[in-house]
């Protein structure tokens, strides 16, 4: 079972970093991502509050065209002083060590008590990086497709209480569509040859493969299952069209013993969505959606309580403004 707190080393630091199952309600997380020169991912690997921050290490996601850059891990020494600690030999197709990285998220994902690191990857096999508590990593293969991965999230999607993965794709080729993915996690294989997690490919709503670049996952309907939000960029097997942005509702386990999800259209969500927001915007309890968009305004979807949203524009943006990324706070 996940521990309500983690930190890279589980018996030796002092800091605490807080994680829950489910995504907060308010996100301090950046999707970021440009069309032809994908942007380094770079997260924060400590989600402290303010208030009892001790130090902060981050985690640095790079992108070499021309060659892939080793990612990189600064561990705070506090002072604002930081030290590089060394990352494992890549479990990817890519050249040991190196990798080239679209999209991160960290999370005890064995609940172990310390953070691990899930990192998504341009056209090669994504990775999960184990934490063996004494912030030295194990890289292993998460899934089995090479798409381009621009955007993960995490949560307990199946409601087992372990921490699962949602993967955002295009294909594997420049401007290729791709499938979405739910990896859910097997709670005791991380570090064993065994496949630490079952994957399922995540419906659409139209049944084409996407473009995805935001995801959220959250509770949007109430029911007590978390809900996934897909915001995608445009639909390049139906000619550049926008793809309409998606909520996949989880219905939970149907009698095949598999996660049934119910997908459907989001209101405007044809703008060629590049950022998610979830939180309670209006404060009424809910989850809300914020979209920022490369086409059009950018908009916020309020949740009625049950999972239907009304659209509306938010303010201040122009029609040159090609907005990749958001936080709500
Ligand atoms: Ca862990
Ligand atoms: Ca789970
Ligand atoms: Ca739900
Ligand atoms: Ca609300």
Redesign the pocket.
Known sequence: MPTATASWYSSKTPKTHSETPLRPLSETVRDSVSRSRPLPALQSVSRELPSIAARQDIFIGNYDPAGPGPNQLLLNQGGATFAVQGLPTSASSLTSGAQQTLALEVSDLDGDGDMDVVVGHDRALNEILVNDGSGNFVARALGSTTLTTDSLAVGDVDGDGLIDIVEGNAGDGEFADGTNYLHMNQGKYLLTGVEPFMSLALPSSDGASAYTNALKVGDVDGDGNADIIVGNYKNYAAGMETQSNQLLRNRGKGSDGLMTFEAEDLPRGDAATLALGLA?????????IVCGNYDGPNTLL??DGKGVFTASDLPGRSDDDNTNALVIF
Do not use: A
Not at 280 to 288: A, K, P, Q, R, W
């Open positions: 309670d915007v209006d404060n009424d309890g809910d989850l809300d309020k949740n």
